[in-house]
């Protein structure tokens, strides 16, 4: 069952269009003399029959001041995507909802950036009151140096009126993909805390933080099966599980020692929500895949393979949402890509959920792309989807997304990306609230 909420029922518009006119000249006058400017008080409407918000120009009316338009952004289907405008070091960024198939960007939301990397979450929904995106953001109007507004805020609706959440001035949401996630039922934004060095909870509903577990040594993976939290806990080669209760309060519940003695762990991680399983490619290449299904693992998890090769290096790593499928990228150097000289993605290695048996590599040629920018799985799963830059043509190139089947590899589409301000620099699969 589909569940809504007026906190998840923010509020975003697709376009913004606003006219300004000025006071009367006896409204002037009378001001002018007494030393004070008034500005009008502009009242909005959505649009209607001959509003246009597109590529038509409006027709100027006979009203003045003329009525501020707002659109409403319609959140992904089962087919789209979210594409991140790329960039580090941004004060805002573009979110576009995107039909991989055609490569057209429609809906588009600008959020706050995250500490480091961005924290977006989008959202599958059907109507323009359902929860379309959701960012957790640092407002800085000093830079590093000044006071900073750290916020969680979801998007659907209008832009004048964002369901914004601001967290307190101690809360540092940690923002590597994978660190922080939203409860299957769109209740609860969980992540884990640099500042505190653990989870913190903030209930969606009720618009604040509902609570908050210190677990030193554990983290910073956000694994979540309803309101049931997975971590790992690298030093003690422990998997943790941490409940959120009815009010919102998280507690750990159990802890297991499951992991190898030579476990390395990383910077990031997906999840495979209709199978309920993690994956996490560790720092020294091999490939664990989690199986939350049932509560922790009550016996020792061995590697399913290793993605290490002999030229390039794994880089960025996707699990489909059934589970079957594994997605690594590679770089063409041996220094780790986190490294600022690590080198460019040039292919991506397709395998096997289960035995980690490789299925296809697709290289920047069987693409037919001259980057790899990123990668995303359908909400269904069975489709891989690749942005990247298309050949140079006359000095240029557009970006491609290209689209290849989950089962053997093989492309099923291609085309150019159009309707986006900016490359996309992330593609990210959208939640289904259940």
């Keep these: 069952m589909k569940r809504t909420s007026r906190a998840v029922a923010a509020a975003v518009p697709l376009a913004l269009a606003l006219s300004l006119a000025a006071c009367s000249s006896d409204d002037d006058s009378s001001s002018a003399a007494a030393g004070e400017v008034s500005y009008p008080t502009v009242p909005y ?17 006979d009203t003045i001041p003329e009525p501020l338009h707002v659109s409403e952004i319609q959140p992904a289907n089962e087919n789209e995507l979210l594409a991140v405008m790329g960039g580090f070091g941004k004060l805002e960024l573009g979110v576009n909802i995107i039909d991989p198939a055609t490569g057209v960007a429609a809906g588009r939301v600008v959020v706050g950036p995250g500490i480091w990397d961005p924290v977006i979450h989008g959202f599958v929904g059907e109507t323009t009151s359902d929860p379309a995106v959701l960012a957790a953001e640092v ?8 006071a900073a507004d750290f916020t969680v805020t979801t998007y659907s609706g209008d832009l004048l009126e964002p369901d914004e959440i601001e967290l307190p001035d101690y809360a540092r949401v940690h923002s590597r993909p994978g660190s922080n996630a939203v409860t299957s039922d769109g209740k609860y934004f969980v992540t884990w805390d640099d500042g505190l060095y653990g989870v913190r909870v903030v209930d969606l509903e009720a618009g604040t933080e509902s609570g908050a577990l210190q677990i030193i040594g554990c983290g910073p993976f956000t694994w979540l099966v309803d309101h049931e939290i997975y971590s790992v806990c690298e030093d003690t080669r422990e998997l943790i599980h941490i409940s959120i209760d009815d009010s919102g309060v998280p507690t750990e519940t159990a802890r297991t020692t499951v992991l190898p003695d030579d476990f390395v762990s990383t910077r990031k991680v997906t999840w495979a929500a209709d199978a309920r399983k993690g994956l996490l490619l560790s720092a020294n290449g091999d490939v664990f895949v ?5 509560g922790l693992p009550d016996g020792p998890i061995a590697p399913i393979g290793n993605a ?25 150097t041996a220094i780790h890509p986190h490294s600022g000289r690590g080198g460019d993605v040039v292919k991506i290695d397709l395998f096997d959920a289960t035995t980690f048996a490789p299925i296809r590599t697709l290289d920047l040629a069987t693409l037919g792309l001259t980057d790899i920018a990123s990668m995303a799985f359908s909400v269904n799963g069975e489709i891989l989807y690749v942005v990247g830059a298309g050949p140079e043509v006359d000095g240029g190139s557009t970006q491609k997304i290209i689209g290849v089947s989950a089962n053997n590899g093989e492309q099923v589409s291609s085309v150019d990306v159009t309707g986006t301000v900016d490359d996309i620099g992330t593609l990210l699969t959208p939640q289904v609230i259940r």
Excluded: K
Aim: glycine residues 16%; aromatic residues 10%.
């Design 45 to 61: 409407t959505t649009p209607g029959e001959g509003i246009a918000l597109g590529h038509d120009d409006q027709e100027i009316g």
């Design 139 to 146: 407002w800085r109007p000093r830079g590093s140096r000044g």
């Design 290 to 294: 989690f199986d939350f299904s049932n």
């Design 308 to 332: 290490g090769q002999d030229s390039g290096r794994f880089s960025e790593s996707v699990i489909n949402n059934p589970g079957d499928r594994i997605a690594v990228e590679y770089t063409d």
